[in-house]
């Protein structure tokens, strides 16, 4: 069967991690390079591991029974509402997947983002009869009743996209997602530049209470220390990842804090909120200097139109990743404790380039 490059890059890679991490050469973090635009037609790549040698799980290090993917349940446990693309693009992502394979049965539930509904659905899988589950978490601690009766019954579970504060092959097998923290400079980096070292900026942080809102935001302020003690962070409040209430805390931003000059928002739904508030307030585009993170394609869409300053993306489609690196533990492979995926970023010199790889 002939495969698609995006594929092709991705197997290699891992294959060679998985190589390197049978010699005891792999690290426990895999890293990526950031794709150019058009690279894999949006899926993500994972890069050959580096640095030093760190632990890798294994099916009988894990203590669990080979099973087949094809005719075994499935279960996927959404976090959020989809009324976030990046939601609809994950959850697709594992649906698509799925069917290509041909997986026996893939049960797929959705939190509504209550974690006490979470908790409740993914044991609900648990007794449905699920080999492997895939959780997208809504938050990082909380999980003990479900890494219980997952770890009773031997079912290995990747998380995808926020971490759970567990140890990795033995409550869970692997995380699979972006490196938050490097995002979070990276988007420092970008306010730098905008900013020309100098000036107000905001924070719109993300819904507490996750590792993702944790490590953005420390890899911006670190890095705004570090590189520009000439940009004063003078305003943060959380917009819980949600387009209203971006809106809102931007309305509250602009009565209280006119003279701020820039807002990173730690996902592209409240950026969007930002605009709506600032073009009620009047603004002109680019009076204001907005960084985001994620990759949507209305965000991008806000670069061409010049509304934002620059998006760093954090790629949503998991799934591909996550049943490869799933079929590979079932086959005897090592597979490390973070599988960690490369992110582009988009400005205004390649946005108009990269707008059909945004989701």
Do not use: H
């Not at 939601?87 to 697709?92: D, F, G, Q, S």
């Not at 934002?308 to 049943?323: C, K, Q, W």
């Amino acid at each position: 069967m002939t495969m698609e490059p995006g594929r092709r890059v991705r197997t290699a890679a891992l294959t060679l991690a998985v190589a390197l991490a049978a010699a005891g050469c792999a690290r426990t973090e895999q890293t990526a390079a950031a794709p150019s635009a058009g690279d894999t037609q949006g899926q993500q790549v994972v890069q050959t591991p580096a640095g030093d040698a760190g632990p890798t799980c294994t099916l009988d290090r894990f203590g669990g029974q080979k099973f087949d993917l094809k005719t075994a349940t499935v279960g996927f446990s959404q976090s959020e509402k989809e009324a976030n693309p990046f939601r609809i693009a994950e959850t697709k992502s594992i649906k698509d997947e799925a069917g290509r394979l041909g997986i026996g049965k893939l049960r797929v539930t959705n939190a509504q983002s209550q974690f006490s509904k979470q908790i409740t659905d993914v044991q609900q899988l648990i007794a449905q009869g699920a080999r492997l589950l895939v959780i997208a978490p809504l938050n990082s601690d909380g999980w003990e009743p479900v890494l219980q009766q997952a770890a009773a019954k031997k079912i290995p579970i990747i998380t995808v996209d926020r971490k759970i504060n567990a140890k990795a092959c033995g409550d869970y097998l692997t995380f699979i997602g972006s490196d938050f923290y490097q995002q979070g400079k990276r988007a420092a980096d970008q306010m730098i530049k905008a900013l020309g070292g100098k000036g107000k900026v905001a924070i719109l942080l993300g819904a507490p209470g996750n590792n993702v809102t944790t490590e953005r935001t420390n890899g911006f302020k670190e890095q705004i220390q570090k590189q520009a003690p000439g940009i004063e962070i003078s305003f943060e409040q959380t917009g819980e990842f949600a387009r209203e209430k971006g809106q809102q805390v931007t309305e509250q931003l602009i009565q209280s804090n006119p003279d701020i000059n820039g807002i990173y928002a730690e996902n592209d739904e409240m950026a969007l909120g930002a605009v709506t508030a600032l073009k009620g307030a009047g603004k002109e585009p680019g009076n204001i200097k907005i960084v985001s993170v994620d990759g949507t394609r209305s965000a991008v869409q806000g670069i061409i139109d010049g509304w934002l300053y620059s998006v760093i993306e954090s790629n949503p489609r998991f799934g591909p990743l996550a049943f490869e690196t799933a079929q590979k533990f079932l086959d005897g492979q090592p597979i490390p404790d973070k599988v960690v995926i490369s992110d582009r970023e988009y400005a205004e010199d390649t946005a108009k380039a990269g707008l059909d790889e945004a989701y």
